[in-house]
């Protein structure tokens, strides 16, 4: 486990309120508008799969078995995995750097890149802020091919009181992608994810013109 050295927060335990948010997948509704139902639905999965695979990969870069301080990770973990510290006069900020990449199921690739900032005081209380860029490049999606238009855009926001996330946590996706060769064209996400608990979430807005709803 990852802890934030003096205030018992566990950075591993925000990353898994961010994965509920991603666990499973996203049900979804909605009329043709260019690009099918069925392919709006796989885009969204990839870009779901994907940044889970690089939080997984951001947040557990050197644990293993027993609990880890974060501080001794920022020692011992890889250049490109490492966490960097700094004490302030009353607590402590970490960065998080994220940076992943993966394939996609015809071909291509898919990358995730940005930073988790953490704050925290004495008492626990502070908060994270994070955009993370996800990035199709000639990725092969339910026979469509994909590419960032420019990018996605994944935006976090989270809340500590008491080293305890504040409910509800929100995630906003944004951006847009290219996509063809039949149909083709370029659209524009915009979708919200609402995190109430930890085993709870749902997923509203659109996708490439299809609407989303249900839970994630």
Known sequence: MIRIEGFGLSCQVAALIILVAFSGGCGSSG???????AQA????????????????????????????????IVKTARAAQSFDCTPTANGETCNVP??????????????????????????????????????????????????GNPDITLATQLAFQADAPVYPIT???????????????????????TVTSQTNCTITGTLCGQSLSGSC
Do not use: K, M
């Open 171 to 193: 995630l906003t996706e944004g951006g847009g992608v290219t996509y063809g060769p039949n149909p083709s064209g370029s659209c524009t996400l915009n979708v919200t994810l």
């Open 31 to 37: 009329g043709s508008h260019g690009i099918s139902q």
């Open 98 to 147: 994220v940076s992943y990449t993966g394939t996609c199921p015809g071909g291509g690739t898919i990358g995730v890149s940005g930073d988790f900032n953490f704050t925290l005081d004495n008492s626990g209380d502070g908060s994270d802020n994070a955009t993370l860029t996800v990035t199709p490049t000639n990725c092969s999606v339910s026979n469509l091919t994909i590419n």
């Open 41 to 72: 639905q796989a885009i969204s999965q990839q870009v779901v799969t994907t940044v889970e695979a690089a939080l997984s990969a951001a947040f557990t870069p050197a644990t293993r078995g027993a609990p880890t301080s974060l501080s001794t």
